[in-house]
């Protein structure tokens, strides 16, 4: 699989509920993901909230995506009735998304 449950998910909401192809839909989730650290692989249903209530908006809006934030805000709904009733196996946790963010700038020679 190329992506958790939750990020699957989005991206058929976003390629339904839009005028994105299943190319831009993907594209656009995974570059506000790799904005904040989050892997497609892995994102969980309440990371992906908050994606939806912060960031995901913009993005939608310079893709020219009509009501982005009324969108977002119902997905954001839909996504936390889900993430209620179902748990990704590896959901981060604040120590790892840490590590992770330690590490990457390690490796770009700031620390």
Request: negative net charge; charged residues 30%.
């Amino acid at each position: 699989m190329t992506g958790s449950n939750t990020f699957e998910w989005l991206c058929a909401e976003l390629e339904v509920r839009t005028a994105l192809s299943k190319l831009e839909a993907r594209g656009t989730v995974r570059l506000v993901l790799k904005d904040v650290g989050l892997d497609p692989a892995t994102v969980s249903p309440h990371q992906m909230h908050v994606v939806l209530l912060r960031l995901l908006a913009p993005a939608l809006a310079k893709r020219k995506v009509e009501d982005a934030d009324a969108l977002c805000k119902a997905l954001a709904e839909e996504v936390e009735a889900i993430g209620q009733h179902h748990t990704e196996p590896d959901e981060d946790t604040a120590y790892a998304v840490f590590d992770r963010l330690e590490s990457d700038t390690t490796r770009r020679g700031r620390k």
